[in-house]
């Protein structure tokens, strides 16, 4: 019975436009990954694949500039966890803390939900918080920074 499911997946996932899928079925767990296709140049009914090539930069055009993140100084806080991002208890509640908040060691920060555990994020030191590296219900991963409290 399993394995008729699987084949149909494959098979299903195989004429579809999706280029990645991934399954979790009781103890079944199915990952299946494709190239996305080649564009398709339609001429005189037949069909023809084209190599996708880079557009060349002209010369003239300005260079273009590194984007340099700002560099962090000061404590990160980080996640602890896998989980969904919550600036606040509740959607309506004021935010636990804000840039420039000034936070005590042991202060709740901010809350990572994970499978359905609203786990609290606290303060490891006294400082004031010069960034929020997050937004509320943002999928966070384990070991991000959400914010850095200077000390």
């Known amino acids: 019975m399993k394995i008729d499911l699987v084949k149909q997946l494959i098979n299903e996932f195989e004429n579809s436009e999706v280029f990645k899928m991934k399954v979790e079925i009781d103890d079944i767990k199915l990952e299946l990954e494709k190239a996305p296709a080649a564009p398709v140049n339609v001429v ?3 069909a ?21 993140e700002p560099a962090i100084t ?4 980080k996640s602890p966890i896998v989980g969904v991002y919550y600036a606040a208890s509740s959607p309506a ?3 636990y803390v804000e840039v ?3 936070v005590k ?11 359905k555990v609203m786990n609290e994020i606290k303060s490891p030191i006294d400082g004031t918080v010069s960034a929020i590296m997050a937004e509320t219900e943002d999928l ?10 200077e000390g």
Do not use: H, R
């Open 140 to 149: 966070v991963e384990y070991d991000q920074v959400l914010m850095v409290i």
């Open 44 to 46: 005189n009914s037949e």
């Open 48 to 68: 023809t694949v084209l190599p996708v090539s880079p557009t060349p930069v002209s010369s003239t055009s300005a260079p273009l500039e590194a984007v340099k």
């Open 105 to 115: 060691a042991g202060q709740v920060l901010c809350i990572v939900e994970a499978m």
């Open 74 to 77: 000061g404590t990160p806080i």
């Open 100 to 102: 420039g908040s000034k």
């Open 93 to 95: 509640a004021k935010p």
